[in-house]
Structure formats: structure tokens, C-alpha cells
């Protein structure tokens, strides 16, 4: 079984297109390259529904979009017999997790995927960065920390690309058993968005991931596609990764279920 559980719902110039006919894109992509079923996780951020959530300008700026039309096209594509889920991307704010519980807690979803972008308002993947305020260890630091807080509050499913803190500065020599040790209860996903990315490098790191694997904590696929075109892109670079860390099963969410199923 072979999924990719994290896409962002757009039209093929990545604009927003929360529509059936955008969703029917994804999956003739999917298709193409032999993806069995695959998630949508749009930003959470984009639906005014979540204003209250937000005080950084990032955030604020993108929250426009009535989330109904969303939730409405996968729930529709999925009642026309498409293998799709309905998920979502939450960012983590520390704080917040009641506001987050309740702003998500209206709508249908298979799973909820856990995403820290940014901390103090500084950014994990976008300047000016954590990393460079605190540097690379202070930085882990407090990213690992905020992820254990997010793996431990309830919120979510599986948390998405688990080392992104690694985008800035140098790796450094961690104690990856303790990070998988703090992440009990959810799953991680295993990302080919990093080799797309300034660092080339698969989410999570060998060593983290073989951690979560001797932890049992168990995998989801991820392509981070946000255009239809790019579904499952290097999910056998993802899948070969999991392999090596010892996985042998990939999970699959329905209405916030778990199962596993066979990887590959
Ligand atoms: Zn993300
Ligand atoms: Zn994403």
C-alpha cells in the first residue's frame, strides 16, 4: 500500500482551488504514479474560521477562505468513490491547544497532522529564523520540546516533517531515542519534500527514524505537494528510507482510526 497523506488543495499554478474538480486532479496524478490513496491537508491557517488561533502577520494575511467549500470537496469526491482523505495541516501553538480543539472539532476529519513552522514568532522553514536568533542548538532545543508538547497535547494524528528545524544552519549530533521516546501516541510522517528543499534531504533523518521505528511509533508517506502535478513525487525515495529505518507497515486514517497496512 503505497499513500501520500499530506497535499495542499490548489489548481495546477498553486493558487487556492477548493473545488471536487481540483480534488479528481490530484487523484488522476496519484493514479499516474501508482498512489493508492492519498490525504489532503490544506494549511489550517487560510480558513477565517481559525482567526482567533492566529497573532503573527504570516498568518493573519492568509486567513481569507471559508473552510466549507474544503471539507465539502473531499467529503464529496470521497461519496464519488475516490480513495481520498480529509485532513488538515494545523500549525502548533503552544498555549492554544483548547482554541485549536474547538476550531477543529466541527468537521469530519480522517487525521489531523501536526506542523510546527514557527516558534516565538520566528521561523522553522522561513527567514528571519529560529535558528538564526538562538542558534542551531538553542533552536533544536526549543523546536524538539515544542514537537514533544504537540506529540503529547491530543491534537493530532501524525505530525509532519519531523526534523524541518534541520532547513537552517548545521546538523548536530542529537539524542534522537530521547525525541522518539517524547512522541509516543502519534505518527510521523516520512517526507520527500526535504529533496526538493535548499538541504536535499528526506524528513526525518535516518537516525530519528530509526528510533521511532525501535519506539513503535508508527509511519505516514508525504510528498508536501501543493499542485496536483507533484503527488507522490519521490515517494519511492520515502519508501526505500522507511524500509532501511525497519518499517514494514504504513498507516492509514479513517475518521481519526489508525490502521496498518503493508508499505509499498
Ligand atoms: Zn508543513
Ligand atoms: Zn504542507
Known sequence: ???????????PDESIEHTVEAVERFVEHAAERG??????????????????????????ER????????????????????SVKLGIEVDYEPGREEETAEALAPYPWDYVLG????????????????VESLGAEGAW????????????????????????VKMFGDEIDWDWDAVAGSLDGVAIEVSSAGLHKRHGKLYPNAALLRAARERGIPITLASDSHVPQNVGRDLDRAIEHARAAG???VTLFDRREARQEPLG
Open 141 to 164: 532545543h526549543r523546536y524538539y520540546e515544542a514537537l514533544a508538547r504537540a506529540g503529547a497535547s491530543g491534537l493530532f494524528d501524525s505530525l509532519a516533517h519531523p526534523d524541518l
Open 63 to 82: 486567513c481569507a477562505y471559508d473552510i466549507e467549500p474544503y471539507v465539502n470537496a473531499v467529503v464529496e469526491a470521497k461519496r464519488l468513490g475516490h
Open 35 to 60: 498512489i493508492d490513496e492519498i490525504g489532503f491537508t490544506e494549511h489550517i491557517y487560510y480558513f477565517e474560521q481559525t482567526r482567533q488561533l492566529w497573532s503573527m502577520p504570516y498568518h493573519l
Open 115 to 130: 506542523s510546527i513552522h514557527f516558534l516565538d514568532g520566528l521561523g522553522i522553514d522561513a527567514e528571519p529564523s529560529l
Open 1 to 11: 500500500m503505497i499513500v501520500d497523506y499530506h497535499m495542499h488543495l490548489r489548481a
Open 247 to 249: 518499517y514494514e507497515t
